[in-house]
């Protein structure tokens, strides 16, 4: 185990600060800046007019305030001056940024008094974020910034950056929309993104590096990889104007955020300005590794759990953020996360929230403080429902295989997540209360796409096979109830060539390939049309656990088929009936009823709300790899 050092006395409870002003608060007229750092003996603020600089142009002592913080006001314009703190412990001095810094020098080497209002886009006032009124009304896309654009056939011009989200009228090397304009065509409300705080392991100044940016150094700052400039005015400026642009085009943003390990330990701000408080230690020195990174941030202590408090609230009001995405949540204390919902929810009522319930080792907690599955049942918080997953395709990278791939005696665990993983039945029931809590996915950026997993787990298989397989497995997820998250580029069978951890293997394996929407362009109309169907039906979008056993019953099966009806114009649908049929097997399936009913087929092997063929009988036949949707006036 790695070691760092406990300052003595920096958990005293006289060291609890409840203000909302730590940091840099500017104005023309002056700044006031406050930082908190318990047990130093004494703060001096060094300035610089250039990041470059090695010596200061002006160094200001700070005055201890009440509870640990030490503040300094700065009389007339301080606006675009850097700043470091040098930090008085008697035996040492640390020169530091705070972690409340709000503006960064390229690779975060000094601080930055910013003036937000200068970073706001023409409009930026008046912008509103996303409305969903529900979690099961999202459909959620994942994706990374820089894979979004950066391929050279994407046709956009500010390949990498944020800007690339504000282009209109791109197209791929075949003419097919790209950026903007394909996500407003695929029909997704909401776009979640990796890391966009400013993160260690790239040099911002160098365009070929490349990682997620699941490393934190700085979290309320954007990360300056991504802005065609990496000083703050540009990163913060087109930031804003990527969620404006978004927001115009009634698409919501929603951050991956990372509150549970920090890249650096020993030279991070937490520990160079609150020495031993920010981490989880054993024995007051040995750094505990829950995260697998490192160190696993202390989320239980009163002033880690007002940072992040903060942090996200500033997202929400200064950048306007419509929901977050939590990095292993399962490192984060219970009372945080219920703090966080109801802090944040009272600010905007319509923030999604939802994230990992796991850690990459057992966390240094309690057991009453551990997050699990179960303990967000009715708070408003979504889990990724792995179980779902897996039942679906298998596990996540070896050869193992799910429903949609050949292991069908799964069919239980795909009727759970089709109910949204309530308690329906004694034998249909799983970890939520309200569909709202479960994300429904099939893969993301962790681990192997899910065309990749396909072509390994059932390699021998014909291409027709596997992409019925693919269609197969979207179908299960946007038409369950619960909130359905796809992974970008998942609409064209993205693959990552068999890369199951590409965190930083590049552009050639990461970045989105939009020839192949031109390529598997059906696929692309599926997805497309499968949205449509869920956007426009409530009965797909049911939250009231109470209605969905009323509304959802399932249809007898002879083999490995599942087949429900949601019926009696559920949650106010224009449908009378609508009948969802998973058929994975490689031969015909047939659902029989008690009498002849006037069928209208929406999904088989193309999808949307538009009839495709009407039939009248007291049977379905459900074609092999394939899911059918139909509905009854």
Known sequence: MDIIELQEGVYRPEYI???????????????????????????????YNYYKNDEPQETCDMFKDINGTWTVKLTGNYADKYYLFAINFGDRIERTIDPYAKGLAPNSQMGLIVNLKKTNPKGWEKDE??????????????????????????????????????EQGSVNNQGLSTGLDHLKELGITHVHLLPVFDYASVDEQNRYEYNWG???HFYNVPEGSYANKPDSYHRIREFKQMVKTLHDHDIGVIMDVVYNHTYYTKESSFQKTAPGYFYRLINNCYLTNGSG??????????????????????????????????????????????????????????????????????????????????????????FFNDRFRDAIKGDTDGFVTGYINGKYETTNDIKRGTVGSIDYSFDIKDFTYK???????????????????????????????RIKMNHLAQAIVLTSQGVPFIHGGEEFLRTKYGNHNSYNAGDHINQIKWERKTLYYDTFL????????????????????????????????????????????????????????????????????????????????????????????????????????????
């Open 17 to 47: 600060y409840h203000g909302e002003d730590l940091g840099v608060s500017y104005s023309k007229e002056k700044t006031i800046i406050k930082l908190w750092a318990p047990t130093a003996q004494n703060v001096e603020i060094e300035l």
């Open 129 to 166: 974020g996303k409305s969903t009124n529900s979690p099961v009304n999202a459909v959620i896309y994942e994706v990374h910034v820089r894979d979004f654009s950066m391929s050279a056939r994407s046709g956009l011009r500010n390949r990498g950056d944020y800007l690339a989200f504000t």
């Open 214 to 216: 699941y490393d934190p």
């Open 293 to 382: 990174c490192g160190n696993e941030i202390a989320t239980e202590r009163p002033m880690v759990r007002k940072f992040i408090l903060d942090s996200l609230k500033y997202w929400v009001k200064e950048y306007h953020i419509d929901g977050f995405r939590f990095d292993l949540m399962g490192l984060m204390d219970k009372e945080t996360f219920f703090s966080i919902e109801k802090v944040l929810h009272n600010i905007n009522p319509n923030l999604l929230l939802y994230g990992e319930p796991w850690a990459a080792e057992p966390p240094n907690l309690e057991d009453y403080q551990k997050i699990y599955k179960g303990i967000q049942q009715d708070h408003k918080i979504g």
């Open 435 to 465: 569909p709202e809590e479960t994300i429904n996915y099939v893969s993301a950026h962790d681990n192997l796409t899910l065309w990749d997993k396909i072509n390994k787990s059932v390699s021998s298989a014909s291409l027709k096979d």
């Open 526 to 633: 599926y997805y497309k049309g499968l949205i449509k169907l869920r956007r426009e039906h409530p009965a797909f979008r049911m939250n009231d656990p109470h209605m969905i056993k009323e509304k959802m019953h399932f249809l007898d099966s002879v083999d490995a088929a599942i087949g429900f009806v949601l019926k009696d114009y559920a949650n106010g649908d224009e449908w009378k009936e609508i009948y969802v049929l998973y058929n994975p097997q490689h031969h015909w399936s047939r659902f029989w009823f008690n009498k002849q009913k006037k069928f209208n087929i929406v999904v088989n092997g193309k999808a949307g709300t538009d009839i495709l063929h009407s039939f009248k009988s007291d049977n379905i036949k459900v074609p092999p790899i394939s899911a059918m949707v139909l509905y009854v006036d």
